[in-house]
């Protein structure tokens, strides 16, 4: 017994070690070949670790990577890092475990190896999965989560200590400029980060200053051990638990590469991670990962069980906030709410059952400014990932939305529409004048209405299309009704007063975690209500010959989400009628 | 001693930290040639942990070997060995005695026969490769009783061989046999093994026609492609079918598979040395292309373990590097005296600079520069594969993998051709960078291409089987895949045999969108398609392709349809006629901008060649586009006549058009005609024009109800079950296209002939007044079209009655004539509304013989009028049930269009 003897925080390597030749100490009487045993399997340290960090409460301790702390982390030790897998970049053949004279040594969770590597017959080769991940694109700042001041402080000054060497980053603002959020608070905080720079004595000075904005260009190369690749799909949200990997020596050789003309043949076999410099992309290699859901953002949730009076509360609350956001028009407060709890449930060949994107109209540009503004602003707070995208005739010629493989870097280019599941996205239509569409705007508006009919885009791979599911919510903000983006509903916004709008931090979070709580809520069938239904839409039918099948799928859509928002899993006629009234008060609008 | 066979097809750049252990290589310059593609790979700019091709050609002589063979085994690296390096001097001067020995194979007449020049054991010595792994154990007297050697004449170099034999026999006497170090291959073995397949190895189907006396004479199939390569000249590979390596001997293929490396150099010498045998003057080499593996992997499953093993990958070439020359041969030339160097070698990816001047009188220090012209270059390249979209799982990124062309195989691929490589999965290690000396533990891996096969030409290929497997199945004669795909087939062939498939494919298409059943079994019968018929002499052909028209209300889901049938089409177009012009449709020439030479480019019609072109909002086309739809829609071609090209292309598509009726919404006061709103010729060309009416229907209205709530609800009592998924129903399409090709029974065509009559003369209803389509030849033509598709839907081979009697309901209820008052020439919507329950049908037919009994009783021909109230009073004294005054006002208008009485306001007539 007798736990580590490495301090895992710090040195988690010399864990490996230890575990990994103890396994084959373990291993040996039996006379099996330990790189065998262990190819592709773990020895032990994932389990130290576990204990560690779940059981032993040492997952606070673990710092988080991001593009402030990346400066005073030291390398070799344990991090987190939360991020989207925004591209898959294969796997890597490596020297697992090696014969030095006449004990195993391994090389996982190393980019190299600290020991020159013998002949190829004492090594054997195994193999890990790369994976470039970002900061999921459009997270607000209060879902991000960044290391707790304290625990800066005292890695820092550790560091400060052991002067650390000082560590050569090239801190080139367009490092990799794929990543074109229109995120503008970034660009600031980069700028900021350079003043501080490269030199490490300003480390405190910078912890103090904004490190809740991700910088741009942050992004890290993710390398997975021991598990099927499809275990992670793209775009998805995951935590990853690891050693973060820094060489000096490796980065000025990288650079050298660039230069020495050798190579540049050579170059085209090399894979894409020489286009991630090591200076520029930490590696982080993975000992435990775990994928995030919306609820996982959601800091100490209420441990109380969803009751139905408590999320009432919580619902009539976020109506009156929605309702003072849009000036008090209650019916679009109550549409946005279903909005934002619509998730894509089911997905067939031609329907899509369970989404509800919105259209709210009636925004002229002056009142686009205001309520548009408040809007955003609440949509922010309220949810963890949100995007905004400006239909501007200019933006739509000449952004890439489209996610696109570059075969000459082999890297997937990062459009706007890479997003995580469970993004919100508002299109805001107010800002556009007539002009002209080029190709690529078009093309652009089509991916746009692509994606909110089918809740699909289609990922540009030069010589083909690949169609990834996207779960991502459209609400479009707009004069009249969109006719370029279809939204299953419109309603006109009739504001009838500028309120301030305020909410306090509790209920903030309450809201929170009443939205994302809701939206994972399964849906139950009640098939006692059919027949009642199905009456009242063929009487509906009867009254209104205009109503479609989407109509009716939208109603029903509209009561699921209903019964939800009252934190029950299947509706009822009460639901039923409430919807209704909803209805008939939006087509008096229209 | 222990022969030790230092395989010489490469190591790379040797490591420098690594020069303690010692190896001593001998070089063999005359074989070099032969391994040139290998050779090229060696030459990368990067070390190599260990040499990619280790063959048993340069031998390595040593008096510690036997020691060293010993431990072997266990520890192949050979560690340094201290009194190693007191052989080493003495390597080179033996290895040019004993090169030809172990090459039994490489003639004496080698087109290379080059001296290994003095200063090359020197270089050689100081950049040792890294391991021996397969060095072999040599048997010197093994090696001329290779099979090689025992029939034909004793070849040419005989002497020379004895000699080296006997040099041999003077350091070791046993006879074991030779095995690549690591490996159970006997060189002999395998050698032997490759002599015999290349000599006696025929095809299945050749052997048996012939008989043995002929089979004995007549060569092997090898044999006479290594023939007709030496007449032509021009080939420099011979291609060799992987499957008959198996079927001829299991054995080698498995470690063929397994050590590709050595396998293929002894392959590479065999084949030289029966070139040399029988024509000693043959200088080409000629390599080995190995393909058609019996196995290729996916992409995504290349592991550790397939290193150094022969692959075969499936996947798309996106990027092609440039033309790598690369040096091969180098000659150095004298700044002084001017004096030329012989060519020296790549020996590892280095050329060895002379430092001074060989001619005795110069002997300048340092002048020797390199000739670039007098050197020898050969091509490399480096392509990127990535996997095909197929391959790819739910939620990944496509995988890449390099792959390294050489000389003939440089350019074979383009970007975005589908190919098949045969090749050798390698790893090589990466430096840390071009200065460290310390190796990152990271291998880049690559194939190295054995041979390229182009497994799509275009996409038609890939359309014409839109089947997944059988795609596969042509491409790779895979034994699992072929069984697989017969097990496919035979369940498409059960499924054929369904009483209920018709309706089974009906439900399967598009099963969101309900009703509608009867426009969904004609888009059904396009999908399948008529035969097309090609009038032998005359060169005029019938179109087997249906084409299909709806129209109807908006809102009635028919984009959805569209876009259904689009996806479902093996090549589909789906185009809106809106943003359509005429040329877009069809073709048009352009100017390329570049060059200025006129270019003709297609159209949507071209481009969905045997495939469906999609026409949505075909009522707001220009008059001019819908024009250029006559052509293509029974003559099946284009013509362009325009800036000197006078061109026709195929445009084999069936067309699916929809439109909304004239005034946007059916409007039943006009005639079907009207409402449409199109030229008859262009409708004509229809075999099928769908009204899609939205009837305000109780029935429907409910029926959508469900189907809305069972979507939402999941519930299994309410979703339609026995459904064909998209996959399967593509499947059963493709095969039955391309398999099926049904013929008119005799009875069959007899029913058809007798209804074509029957529906001409229905046009021709005396007092029609507006103009109403009649039946006309065309339409017996799609009526055999259909007839035929109906018939394929069954996988039968033969159209009977009922498929008949089917194309006929499908063309009346598509045009809901049923409905239709042919007196006007407008449908009666009250008949559609209430012409829904099977009930009330029989009540109805009750009712109207009722009231023609009625009517023969009671009124006299051209006598008085009688009033319906009457009637009305009459039919319900006679039958049990309740009449109404609207039943019987249908019934008499049912007689009316029968002709038998005349219907006036309220009164009735008979005529």
New interface residues.
């Given amino acids: 017994m007798g736990g580590p003897q490495y301090d895992l925080l710090m040195n988690p390597l010399g864990a490996v070690r230890q575990t990994f030749e103890k396994a084959v100490a373990s291993s040996q009487p039996s006379g099996l070949d330990p790189t065998a045993v262990y190819r592709g399997k773990d020895w032990g340290i994932v389990d130290v670790l576990n204990q560690f960090l779940f059981s032993q409460g040492g997952l606070a301790q673990v710092p988080i990577l991001d593009a402030s702390s990346l400066k005073w982390i030291k390398p070799n030790t344990l991090v987190r890092f939360r991020g989207m897998v925004q591209d898959m970049l294969g796997n890597e053949f490596y020297i697992g475990a090696f014969k030095d004279g006449c004990t195993w040594r391994t090389n996982k969770f190393l980019d190299f190896s600290p020991f020159s590597v013998p002949p190829v017959s004492e090594t054997t080769l195994w193999e890990r999965h790369l994976f470039h991940c970002v900061p999921v694109p459009g997270q607000n700042s209060w879902a991000i989560e960044s290391t707790p001041y304290p625990l800066k402080i005292n890695i820092s000054n550790e560091m400060t200590c052991q002067h650390g060497e000082k560590r050569r980053r090239d801190d080139d603002p367009d490092g990799i400029s794929d990543f074109d959020c229109c995120d503008e608070g970034s660009s600031s905080s980069n700028k900021k980060q350079k003043d501080c720079g490269s030199a490490s004595h300003h480390k405190i000075a910078e912890i103090t200053n904004g490190s809740s904005f991700p910088t741009k260009s942050f992004s890290c190369l993710v390398k997975v051990y021991d598990m099927p690749e499809s275990q992670f799909k793209l775009n998805e949200v995951v935590e990853f638990i690891g050693i973060y990997t820094f060489d000096p020596e490796l980065t000025t050789s990288d650079r050298s590469d660039n230069v020495d003309d050798n190579m540049s043949m050579f170059d085209f076999m090399d894979d894409v991670a020489t286009h991630l410099p090591p200076s520029k992309v930490p590696r982080i290699h993975c000992l435990v990962s775990q994928k995030l859901s919306t609820q996982d953002l959601i800091s100490n949730s209420p441990a109380c069980e969803p009751l139905p009076n408590v999320i009432r509360g919580i619902r009539d609350s976020l109506v009156s906030y929605l309702s003072c956001t849009l000036g008090n028009d209650v019916i679009a407060a109550q549409c946005l709410l279903l909005h934002l709890l619509s998730k894509l449930r089911v997905k067939s060949d031609v329907a899509s059952v369970g989404r509800l994107s919105l259209n709210l109209t009636g925004f002229t540009q002056e009142s686009a400014s205001i309520f548009g503004k408040q809007l955003n602003n609440a949509i922010k707070t309220l949810l963890p990932y949100s995007h905004t995208i400006p239909l501007t005739i200019e933006y739509l010629n000449t952004a890439m939305l489209q996610p696109k493989k570059d075969n000459e870097s082999g890297r997937l280019l990062m459009g706007a529409l890479q997003l995580a599941s469970g993004t919100h996205l508002t299109l805001d239509e107010t800002v556009m004048q007539s002009g002209t569409l080029n190709s690529k705007g078009v093309e652009n508006v089509l991916l746009l209405k692509h994606l909110m009919e089918h809740q699909i885009v289609e990922y540009d791979f030069q010589f083909y299309k690949l169609e990834m599911a996207t779960e991502v919510q459209c609400l479009i903000i707009s004069e009249a009704k969109s006719n370029i983006l279809p939204a299953d509903l419109v309603v006109p916004v009739c504001p009838s007063a500028v309120a301030p709008v305020s909410a306090s931090e509790e209920q903030l979070h309450a809201w929170r975690w009443y939205l994302t709580t809701v939206r994972s809520l399964p849906y139950s069938t009640d098939t006692s209500i059919c027949e009642m239904l199905q009456n009242e839409m063929v009487e509906a039918m009867r009254k209104d010959r205009s109503l479609g099948c989407s109509d009716l799928s939208r109603w029903m859509t509209m009561a699921q989400l209903m019964a939800a928002s009252f934190g029950e899993k299947s509706f009822s006629v009460e639901h039923w009628q409430m919807v209704k009234e909803i209805e008939r008060l939006r087509k008096e609008r229209l | 001693m222990t022969g030790y066979l230092q395989c010489g097809r490469s190591s790379g750049n040797a490591l420098p930290?690594?020069a303690s252990?010692r190896e001593i290589s001998l070089h063999f310059p005359p074989i070099l040639p032969l391994f040139s593609l290998t050779l090229l790979v060696a030459s990368?700019?990067?070390n190599f942990?260990?040499p990619p091709f280790l063959l048993p050609l340069n031998l390595t002589w040593s008096d510690e070997q036997s020691a060293m063979a010993s431990n072997g085994h266990s520890?192949?690296?050979g560690q340094a060995t201290p009194n190693g390096n007191s052989n080493s001097s003495q390597t080179p001067r033996r290895s040019s005695r004993r090169r030809t020995n172990n090459s039994n194979s490489s003639p004496a007449s080698s087109p290379f026969p080059l001296e290994t020049p003095p200063s090359r054991p020197a270089g050689v010595a100081s950049t040792p490769t890294?391991?021996r792994?397969r060095g072999t154990r040599h048997n010197p007297n093994a090696t001329p009783s290779t099979p090689l050697s025992t029939d034909d004449a004793v070849p040419p170099y005989s002497s020379d061989r004895d000699e080296n034999d006997n040099m041999e026999t003077d350091g070791q006497d046993d006879t074991t046999p030779v095995f690549v170090w690591g490996t159970n291959i006997s060189v002999q073995e395998v050698n032997g093994a490759i002599l015999r397949f290349l000599r006696h190895f025929r095809d299945a189907r050749s052997a048996s026609e012939s008989s043995e006396a002929a089979d004995l004479m007549s060569e092997g199939k090898y044999m006479r492609v290594v023939h007709r390569i030496m007449e032509l000249e021009g080939a420099e590979s011979l291609d060799i079918d992987a499957h008959d390596v198996f079927e001829y001997d299991p054995d080698l293929y498995n470690k063929m598979v397994r050590y590709p490396l050595e396998v293929l150099a002894i392959f590479d010498i065999v084949l030289m040395d029966l070139v040399a045998r029988i024509d000693p003057l043959f200088e080409k080499h000629i390599q080995t292309r190995i393909h058609n593996l019996k196995s290729s992997v996916c992409m995504?499953n290349l592991?550790?373990s397939d290193?150094e093993k022969m692959v075969s990958i499936k996947g798309?070439i996106?990027?092609c590097?440039s033309i790598?020359p690369e040096l091969k041969e180098a000659i150095f030339r004298c700044l002084v005296c001017g004096f030329y160097s012989d060519p020296v070698l790549v020996d590892r990816g280095r050329i060895n600079e002379p430092t001074r001047c060989l001619r005795e009188e110069c002997k300048a220090m340092n002048s020797m520069s390199l000739v670039h012209n007098r050197c020898r270059f050969a091509d490399k390249q480096?392509v990127?594969l990535?996997e095909t979209?197929d391959e790819?799982?739910?939620?990944?990124?496509?995988?890449?993998v390099?792959v390294l062309m050489h000389d003939k195989l440089v350019d074979a691929g383009k970007?975005?051709d589908r190919v098949e490589i045969t090749g050798i999965y390698r790893?090589m290690?990466v430096r840390?960078?071009?200065?460290?000396r310390?190796?990152?533990?990271?291998?880049?891996?690559?194939i190295d291409c054995l041979h390229l096969k182009k497994t799509d030409k275009s996409r038609l290929q890939i359309d014409d089987s839109v089947n997944h497997d059988a795609n596969n199945n042509a491409a790779n004669h895979e034994e699992d895949d072929a069984s697989l795909y017969h097990d496919k087939i035979e369940k498409l062939k059960e499924l054929s045999k369904l009483p209920d498939i018709y309706d089974r494919l009906t439900r399967s298409l598009?099963?969101?969108?309900w009703e509608l059943d009867d426009v969904k079994r004609g888009l059904l019968c396009q999908l399948f398609g008529g035969n097309a018929l090609k009038l032998g002499s005359s060169g005029a052909s019938l179109r087997g392709d249906i084409n299909i028209l709806l129209v109807g209300d908006p809102?009635t889901?028919k984009s959805?349809l569209l876009?259904?049938m689009h996806?479902l089409s093996p090549r589909g177009i789906y185009t809106s006629g809106r943003g359509s012009s005429a040329v877009g449709l069809t073709a048009y020439v352009t100017k390329d901008p570049e060059t200025g030479e006129t270019v003709l480019e297609s159209g949507a019609l071209v481009l969905s060649d045997r495939g469906v072109c999609c026409i949505d909002e075909f009522d707001k086309m220009s008059d001019n586009a819908r024009s250029m739809l006559h052509e293509v829609m029974e003559q099946q071609t284009v013509s362009i006549a325009k800036a000197g090209i006078i061109a026709s292309l195929n445009a084999r598509t069936s067309v699916l058009a929809c439109a909304n009726p004239s005034e946007s919404r059916y409007n039943p006061r006009l005639s079907v005609i009207d409402n449409i709103h199109l030229p008859p010729t262009l409708l004509s060309r229809f075999d099928l024009i769908y009204l899609i009416l939205?009837k305000?229907d109780?029935q429907t209205?409910?029926r959508?109800?469900?189907?809305?709530?069972s979507?939402?609800?999941?519930?299994p009592d309410?979703s339609v079950h026995e459904v064909l998924d998209?996959t399967t129903l593509v499947a059963y399409i493709s095969y039955a296209k391309k398999h099926i090709h049904p013929v008119l029974s005799d009875e069959a065509a007899e029913e058809l002939t007798r209804q074509y009559v029957q529906m001409r003369q229905r046009g021709n209803t005396p007092g029609s007044r507006k103009k109403v389509i009649t039946a006309t030849a065309r339409q017996i033509e799609s009526l055999i079209r259909l007839s035929e598709a109906l018939a394929r839907m069954r996988f039968s081979q033969v159209v009977e009655v009922g498929d008949v009697a089917e194309a006929f309901r499908l063309l009346e209820v598509a045009l809901q004539q049923s409905a239709t008052d042919h007196s006007t020439g407008t449908i009666d919507m009250d008949l559609i509304m209430t012409g829904i329950s099977a009930s009330e049908r029989t009540r109805r037919e009750n009712i109207l013989a009722a009231t023609r009994n009625l009517v023969m009783e009671k009124l006299v021909t051209g006598g008085p009028a009688v009033r319906a109230l009457e009637l009305l009073e009459e039919l319900k004294k006679q039958s049990s049930m309740e009449v109404h005054l609207s039943d019987l006002k249908i019934a008499l208008s049912t007689l009316t269009s029968e002709g038998l009485v005349v219907f006036h306001g309220d009164t009735i007539k008979r005529i």
Avoid: W
């Fill in positions: 930290q690594l252990s990368f700019p990067a942990s260990r520890s192949p690296f890294t391991s792994r995504r592991n550790p290193i798309m996106i990027r590097s790598i480096i990127k990535q979209p790819i799982p739910e939620g990944g990124t496509p995988h890449t390099s970007p975005g790893a290690s840390v960078g071009p200065s460290q310390t190796v990152k533990s990271i291998f880049k891996t690559y598009a099963p969101n969108i809102g889901s959805q876009q259904y996806k939205d305000a109780e209205d409910r959508l109800a469900k189907h809305i709530v979507l939402f609800f999941q519930n309410n998209l």
